[in-house]
């Protein structure tokens, strides 16, 4: 069946979130992106298209997303950002034995004044453990039987906290993680509870990250 123009040019900008916030804002430049994907909206639409027609849908889909309720208000956010520097990041295999010894991690975080940056993930197949360097040896001793997949270090840890539950906002990860993308930061990590979300990134990145989410706050 074939489709219709304003139809397939949604589903065309759907697939690329980047874009979709590109038209969002206003960025996009219509011409060159309407020649672009003419030959497969012509196509699907079993017609010839006209560059006139796509462009047409392309502001009309523009308008739609800049009055969609769902995007994001961040100038209203306030939260303080705490960075962690010397941090570990590695996976494992998952085993019930590994996970039984990853309590004594804790432990030993504890009778440091909980000072020590920790995290663990766990799934099906994989531990993860990020932490602070100086948790390394007693990390490397409980670990010694497992099968370590990938290991970095000198990582930073950047936290945003908030003194209520932001988090539950919708679209606070979304947001957060999408302008580290928009400025070429990869985040190796992401952890979260209801007062705080951190992003685990390369040290070197960790200046930029920094201004990035602080410019989260005040931006409108």
């Not at 304003?6 to 590109?22: A, G, H, N, Y």
């Not at 462009?55 to 523009?62: C, N, Q, S």
């Not at 994001?72 to 494992?92: G, P, Q, R, S």
């Not at 070429?184 to 990590?189: A, M």
Request: proline share 3%; charged share 25%.
């Amino acid at each position: 069946m074939a489709e219709s123009v304003s139809r397939k040019v949604r589903e065309i900008v759907d697939k690329t979130p980047f874009l979709r916030d590109i038209l969002r804002k206003g960025f996009l430049n219509y011409s060159n992106f309407a020649g672009s994907i003419i030959d497969e909206v012509s196509m699907d639409c079993d017609k010839p298209v006209k560059e006139s027609a796509i462009i047409m849908a392309l502001r009309r889909y523009g308008t739609d997303l800049q009055h969609d309720p769902e995007s994001v208000t961040t100038e209203n956010l306030k939260y303080t950002i705490v960075m962690h520097t010397n941090i570990a990041y590695l996976d494992f295999v998952y085993s019930p034995d590994l996970v039984q010894q990853i309590g004594s991690l804790y432990r030993l975080a504890a009778k440091n004044g909980a000072n020590d940056f920790l995290n663990v993930l766990t799934s099906s197949d994989t531990i993860t453990i990020c932490a602070a360097e100086s948790l390394l040896p007693a990390i490397e001793e409980i670990t010694k039987n497992g099968t370590l997949l990938y290991r970095q270090e000198d990582m930073v840890a950047l936290s945003m906290v908030w003194g209520s539950p932001e988090i539950q906002n919708p679209g606070i990860v979304y947001e957060s993680a999408r302008r580290l993308a928009w400025n070429s930061i990869n985040v190796l990590e992401i952890f979260s509870t209801v007062t705080e979300l951190s992003f685990v990134i390369k040290r070197t990145d960790s200046f930029e990250a920094y201004r990035v989410l602080q410019d989260l706050q005040r931006s409108k």
